[in-house]
């Protein structure tokens, strides 16, 4: 899971790519990085760490010039968490030309920003191990001679499988696409001129763009010039988006499949309340921040008090794994404390987006008890997630995830808590449902977009 950002046709574009990444630091916090072209001439910056992080300097910024530009924040899944990964990638033609001087000619001026995870990358390169699958496109795309012939787009497009919704630059052409079922989200509007694209809505409103709509699964949009043209890959097909981007990871003040994500978060937390309740529960808490919405509607619908138990620490980057238990128990409160006014003496119900793992919330709940709770029952907005996701999700393999090996009542043992309530996949999608759209629930039901993966 990454975030992406194009901007097309203006003079400020590094710039507004570099605030576009601002507003979704949270999809990823490994690495960050811009693009820019200046008449086809690629300039690049990019490094581990965040935003922040990588653009220290103005400098930096400064030296990106021209007027289209991409940018990327990483969560890696496939490929190694390392700078040869760091996106965006490129081919690295203008370290060529500048080494071979002005006489060397190359229309393979290559960037990509890429979000999704491709499922058949041993089929594309002969093995995937340690390789990231935006190298898999770039590959690709080096084969076109011309970006503007729709037949050998949508050729090279149609060898990628899984998910993906990448930009990419070639030369001074931009181009944007989404895979067939739009698993992962895309969007873009309108800035005077300009085009901007973002995986999320929230990176257009920073910017002032005006939202246009989505980019449509399986369309393959290419910006040349003043022209913006628009091509399918196939027919179309049934649409899968990722539902977890609605759970958890997309920001609640963004629109994502034409939804609104507030939305549908709070009737999450009204459905889980339904199903789920906690009658005798003193104080509703959220495990923030992903999670408040939801809480706030699962008290109100149950006339509870809504308080804010957990304390996040907004400030903690990415962090390392710890030598001994100790010190990775100690870890948790450096991103979680508890306020103990609002817990203490008290039956608390613990509401979170979801439970992958459960290493987090397992220790979340002993600081809560710690802290003078009483009792402490643990609600999900989610179903038990008991299948990988092979999708973009940081879930790989089944012995990772607490629900795959454990009923209801042992994953309540496992966390300490009183009791443990999910919210059932209908009324997950219950309360995400509108117009045309259709989810993909893999991690849940075992239902796979791609057959062959498919679990009974």
């Known amino acids: 899971m990454c975030g992406i950002v194009g901007i097309y046709n203006n003079e400020e574009a590094a710039n507004l790519a570099y605030m576009g990444l601002y507003a979704q630091q949270h999809r990823g916090q490994e690495s960050a990085g811009i693009v820019s ?37 990483r969560y890696s899944t496939t490929g190694d968490d390392n700078e040869k990964n760091v996106g965006p990638l490129w081919n690295y033609s203008s370290l060529l030309r500048k080494i071979l001087g002005k006489n060397y000619k190359d229309n393979r001026r290559i960037a990509v920003s890429h979000n999704g995870n491709l499922t058949n990358l041993e089929e594309l390169h002969g093995f995937s191990d340690g390789i990231t699958d935006t190298k898999i496109i770039i590959d690709l795309l080096e084969k076109l001679t011309n970006p503007k012939d729709a037949a050998s787009l949508k050729k090279i497009i149609c060898n990628l499988k899984g998910s993906y919704a990448f930009l990419a630059i070639i030369g001074n052409k931009m181009i ?29 409103d920073l910017l002032g763009a005006t939202y246009v709509r989505d980019v449509e699964p399986g369309e393959v949009i290419v910006l040349d010039g003043n022209n913006l043209n628009s091509y399918y890959i196939g027919e179309k097909r049934r649409s899968k988006h990722c539902i977890f981007e609605h759970v958890y990871f997309a920001r609640p003040d963004s629109k994502i499949f034409g939804q609104e994500v507030s939305v549908q978060r709070r009737n999450m937390g009204k459905q889980l309340a339904k199903e789920n309740p906690t009658p005798d529960c003193d104080v509703v808490i959220s495990v923030p921040d992903s999670s408040n919405i939801q809480a706030m509607a699962f008290a109100e619908t149950q006339n509870k008090k809504y308080d804010v138990g957990l304390i996040r620490n907004h400030y903690i980057g990415r962090t390392f794994i710890y030598p001994n238990q100790r010190l990775r128990d100690l870890s948790v409160k450096l991103k979680f404390n508890v306020d103990a ?18 290493t987090t919330l397992r220790k979340l709940t002993k600081l809560i008890i710690r802290a003078g709770a009483k009792e402490v029952h643990v609600r999900s907005c989610s179903p038990p997630v008991k299948f990988p996701c092979f999708y973009g999700m940081d879930f790989p393999t089944r012995k990772e995830l607490i629900a795959n090996n454990k009923n209801i009542e042992e994953t309540k043992e496992e966390l300490g808590a009183d009791s443990l309530g999910y919210l059932s996949l209908s009324g997950l999608l219950k309360s995400v449902e509108g117009e045309d759209c ?8 075992g239902n796979y977009i791609d057959e062959e993966n498919n679990h009974e």
């Open 37 to 73: 072209s200046d008449n086809g001439d690629l300039h690049r910056h990019a490094s581990l760490g965040l935003v922040s992080d990588v653009f220290k300097d103005t400098k930096d910024l400064k030296r990106l010039h021209g007027n289209l530009a991409i940018g990327h924040v």
């Open 176 to 204: 944007a696409t989404r895979d067939v079922h739009g698993i992962r989200p895309l969007c873009f509007g309108k800035l005077g001129e300009s085009y901007v694209f973002a995986s999320e809505t929230c990176a257009l």
């Open 341 to 358: 006014s609002a817990v203490r003496g008290k039956k608390v119900a613990v509401i979170d987006d979801s439970i992958v793992r459960g």
């Open 438 to 445: 259709e989810y993909c629930t893999a991690c849940f039901s």
